[in-house]
């Protein structure tokens, strides 16, 4: 039967494009749904951010009237201007194992990213490598933290055979905490370090002030801004995603988790950890209102591992042993709320 793959245009094709995962994955152990209300807000181009500096086409996939796949395809004028490349992108893809109708989706991403002047298709970033990206290629036995991806074991072999190569590698590492303190050796070097650091410099480090969250929240971005631009496929918060992201982390970020580095009362290092809010995401079904987002605050203190999201310290201070200072600290925290993993 023909594939017919359209654009988003009403209110039945966007419920169609965010409920569609729940078809895809029903019976995987592994899946973690998104939540959908997160979902529906990043579509809104009236008011997600990046639609401020960048453009999207969405896609959806049907065969005999059955919604099959779908596809976003992005194009990233901020990219585009930092790197100096007419690279578009392509996101948001979920699709049924057969290699016509993801075939048919690539070729309507690819056809929008042409016509609009992009010369090389890259993916899956939903929109920014900031965001979710990168498609998983092993380690299909287990869930995905936070804001990692997950996807079937078929979905690189649909890449193959439309013609993708891979750009680049992204690994995820993995740390058992309580082996870790249960080594004498490692947290008697970790300690001696962060002395060594605290003796040859007036530094001061604490965690995130909840009075002036988003003065600190803004700090971690801009370190996370200054820090990373040699990083593969970087490109910088705008001004707009530093406020809708300082909103959102607002209910979301413990602060023991966190560690800012002072020195003369410039924050010149910063780390934070996001709980991983996945299987309770699970439990709930994507589903925050009207119980859901409830279940998440209630029982976060019962979860043992953390993503650490950021990890940066500002470039001229970067031989200074700042790093350890802020890996010592939240080290410490992280024993203290009784975390055993950490990716």
């Given amino acids: 039967m023909q594939v017919d793959v359209t654009s988003v245009q009403s209110p039945s094709d966007l419920k169609a494009f965010i409920n569609l995962?729940?078809?895809?994955?029903?019976?995987?152990?592994?899946?973690?749904?998104?939540?959908?209300?997160?979902?529906?807000?990043?579509?809104?181009?009236?008011?997600?951010?990046?639609?401020?500096?960048?453009?999207?086409?969405?896609?959806?996939?049907?065969?005999?009237?059955?919604?099959?796949?779908?596809?976003?395809?992005?194009?990233?004028?901020?990219?585009?201007?930092?790197?100096?490349?007419?690279?578009?992108?392509?996101?948001?893809?979920?699709?049924?194992?057969?290699?016509?109708?993801a075939n048919a989706l690539f070729s309507h991403a690819a056809d929008w990213l042409r016509a609009h002047n992009?010369?090389?298709?890259?993916?899956?970033?939903?929109?920014?490598?900031?965001?979710?990206?990168?498609?998983?290629?092993?380690?299909?036995?287990?869930?995905?933290?936070?804001?990692?991806?997950?996807?079937?074991?078929?979905?690189?072999?649909?890449?193959?055979?439309?013609?993708?190569?891979?750009?680049?590698?992204?690994?995820?590492?993995?740390?058992?905490?309580?082996?870790?303190?249960?080594?004498?050796?490692?947290?008697?070097?970790?300690?001696?370090?962060?002395?060594?650091?605290?003796?040859?410099?007036?530094?001061?480090?604490?965690?995130?002030?909840?009075?002036?969250?988003?003065?600190?929240?803004?700090?971690?971005?801009?370190?996370?801004?200054?820090?990373?631009?040699?990083?593969?496929?970087?490109?910088?918060?705008?001004?707009s995603e530093i406020l809708q992201l300082s909103g959102e982390l607002r209910h979301l970020i413990v602060p023991e988790l966190t560690a800012v580095v002072e020195l003369d009362g410039r924050n010149v290092g910063s780390m934070f950890a996001m709980l991983d809010y996945n299987p309770l995401i699970k439990e709930i079904d994507g589903r925050l209102f009207p119980f859901g987002f409830l279940k998440l605050l209630r029982r976060r203190k019962n979860i043992r591992r953390i993503r650490i999201m950021s990890a940066n310290v500002v470039p001229e201070y970067q031989r200074w042993g700042i790093s350890l200072m802020l890996v010592g600290e939240l080290f410490q925290r992280g024993m203290a709320w009784g975390l055993e993993e950490a990716e």
């Avoid at 929109?127 to 979710?132: I, K, L």
Wanted: net charge negative; hydrophobic share 35%; charged share 25%.
């Fill in 21 to 101: 995962p729940w078809s895809i994955y029903r019976g995987d152990p592994y899946w973690i749904p998104q939540l959908r209300s997160d979902l529906k807000k990043r579509l809104d181009r009236s008011t997600f951010p990046f639609f401020d500096y960048g453009d999207a086409a969405f896609f959806i996939a049907r065969r005999d009237g059955r919604v099959v796949g779908r596809i976003a395809a992005i194009k990233n004028d901020n990219h585009v201007a930092f790197h100096e490349e007419a690279v578009g992108f392509f996101g948001f893809f979920d699709c049924i194992e057969d290699p016509e109708v």
């Fill in 118 to 239: 992009l010369e090389v298709m890259r993916g899956p970033t939903s929109y920014t490598t900031n965001d979710e990206c990168g498609l998983l290629v092993d380690g299909f036995n287990s869930s995905p933290t936070i804001m990692m991806p997950y996807n079937p074991d078929y979905y690189p072999t649909l890449w193959e055979q439309f013609g993708f190569s891979k750009s680049h590698d992204l690994l995820a590492l993995e740390v058992d905490i309580g082996m870790m303190d249960d080594t004498k050796d490692f947290r008697e070097k970790l300690q001696y370090m962060y002395r060594e650091v605290e003796r040859r410099h007036t530094l001061n480090v604490r965690m995130v002030d909840t009075q002036n969250f988003q003065r600190d929240v803004r700090s971690f971005l801009d370190i996370y801004n200054l820090a990373s631009q040699q990083t593969w496929g970087f490109v910088p918060f705008s001004e």
